[in-house]
């Protein structure tokens, strides 16, 4: 069964940090383009950061650059979400997505086939 999991969501306070865990099985994410969404309150689902397969190419949303670190460990089969400097614009449900090698459009919902079941991030003031 082909599936990702994120993990490492939680309660932080403004100016704090986590790392948020994305594993998969079922599938090799070194072959697969991989990207962070979220989705606050009210609000469409973002996309935050994307990775190419490989890790050739990331893309982070203005959002978050310079705060968010994607990075993957090929070994482990996981892709890792490192959030710095969180602040309460950062709570929401945070979503790990895959599709095979790119995808066609890096922060279209639609350009994946594989989601997870997300983690929820708090960030209180």
């Known amino acids: 069964q082909v599936q990702v999991v994120e993990s490492g969501g939680g309660l932080v306070q403004a100016g704090g940090s986590l790392r948020l865990s994305c594993t998969a099985s079922?599938?090799?994410?070194?072959?697969?383009?991989v990207a962070w969404f979220r989705q606050g309150p009210g609000n469409q689902r973002e996309a935050i950061s994307y990775?190419?397969?490989?890790?050739?190419?990331?893309h982070y949303a203005d959002s978050v650059k310079d705060r968010f670190t994607m990075s993957r460990d090929n070994a482990k089969n996981v892709v890792y979400l490192q959030m710095n400097s969180l602040n309460p614009e950062d709570t929401a449900i945070y979503y790990c997505?895959?599709?095979?090698?790119?995808?066609?459009?890096?922060?279209?919902?639609?350009?994946?086939?594989?989601w997870g079941q997300g983690t929820q991030v708090t960030v209180s003031s």
């Open positions: 997505a895959a599709v095979r090698s790119y995808a066609s459009i890096w922060d279209r919902p639609g350009s994946y086939n594989v």
């Open positions: 990775n190419t397969w490989k890790g050739v190419t990331t």
């Open positions: 079922g599938l090799r994410l070194e072959d697969y383009a």
